[in-house]
């Protein structure tokens, strides 16, 4: 999460993430999972820019760069999560603040990449700023826990192990540079759905495998370990998921998987050059919008 700031406005690009590993435990009380993910912040990147303003009121409006404005799929404002996430700070101080605030939206909606979830840290860490609040970390994080899962992930903004449902964030470091090559298809799924249909794990997959190898530079043997509990179920629900793992197995990748609860999925490429090169083989098969990315570090 890049922050640009002044007297007039605080700019925050806001990326997305990709799960290189996500384990279903059980069903909380809550109705959450608990869950295990290793996650990375990518270079697809949503632009937030807010304006403070006297009027009491927050404007906020939004502009799909790249893409048809019917594709991304946001909500209508008031139910936005940048939205909620700035009534949610007002609530905490107990003030009446207003904003203009201006979204460029390049991550898509619906694709498990945690676009909506980056744009509400991102307003978050936007209004603490821009209104002058003095909001600690861990006040932030509390916020960020009762907006959604992800979240918390991209108030920290680097590669993390999380837990719980999302909200125990541990930071890890030494992953280096990743390369990744990305599609989202032309269908989204819906979290909960997926959720729904989803078996948690009777013998669960444990990360520390991934993050070794990834750690010690092992990229052949860190793409057979990545996992993703939610794909089966996902597939089920759309058939999106089978047709990608398919075009990917085609291709020349270290390993494939479904990021988040999809519908995109990704591959794993030595360097950067390999992922433009794959992505520009993946775009002439028509399975949707296509991205060569960077993570990690």
């Not at 992930?153 to 990305?182: D, K, M, N, S, Y």
Request: glycine share 12%.
């Amino acid at each position: 999460m890049r922050i640009r700031s002044s007297a007039a406005h605080v700019e925050i690009s806001a990326p997305g993430k990709l799960n290189l590993h996500l384990e279903v435990l059980q069903q909380r009380p809550d109705g959450y999972h608990e869950l295990e993910s290793l996650l990375v912040p990518i270079s697809l990147v949503d632009t937030l820019r807010f304006h403070p303003a006297p009027h009491g009121e927050i404007d906020f409006g939004w502009e799909a760069a790249g893409m048809p404005g019917d594709v991304a799929g946001m909500p209508v404002a008031t139910k936005n999560l940048v939205v909620r996430a700035l009534e949610a700070l007002r609530r905490y101080v107990g003030r009446g603040l207003g904003a203009v605030v201006r979204l460029v939206k390049r991550v898509p909606v619906g694709a498990g990449l945690g676009g909506g979830s980056s744009d509400a840290a991102a307003a978050l860490a936007a209004g603490n700023l821009g209104w002058n609040l003095g909001l600690s970390v861990a006040e932030l994080h509390e916020l960020a826990a009762g907006l959604g899962s992800d979240v918390p992930f991209f108030l920290h903004g680097g590669p993390a192990i999380c837990r719980g449902r999302g909200e125990q964030v541990e930071p890890v470091t030494g992953l280096g540079r990743l390369h990744f090559v990305v599609c989202m298809p032309p269908a989204s799924l819906l979290t909960r759905d997926v959720y729904r249909a989803c078996v948690p794990a009777a013998r669960p997959v444990d990360c520390q495998d991934l993050l070794a190898s990834l750690r010690r530079g092992r990229l052949a043997q860190a793409g057979r370990l990545l996992h993703n509990r939610l794909e089966e179920a996902a597939a089920m629900l759309s058939p999106w998921v089978d047709r990608l793992r398919r075009e990917f197995a085609r291709l020349d990748v270290l390993g494939a998987s479904l990021t988040g609860s999809g519908a995109a999925y990704f591959g794993l490429c030595r360097t950067a050059r390999h992922a433009r090169r794959v992505a520009a083989l993946l775009q002439q098969r028509a399975v949707g919008r296509v991205y060569a990315v960077a993570g990690g570090c």
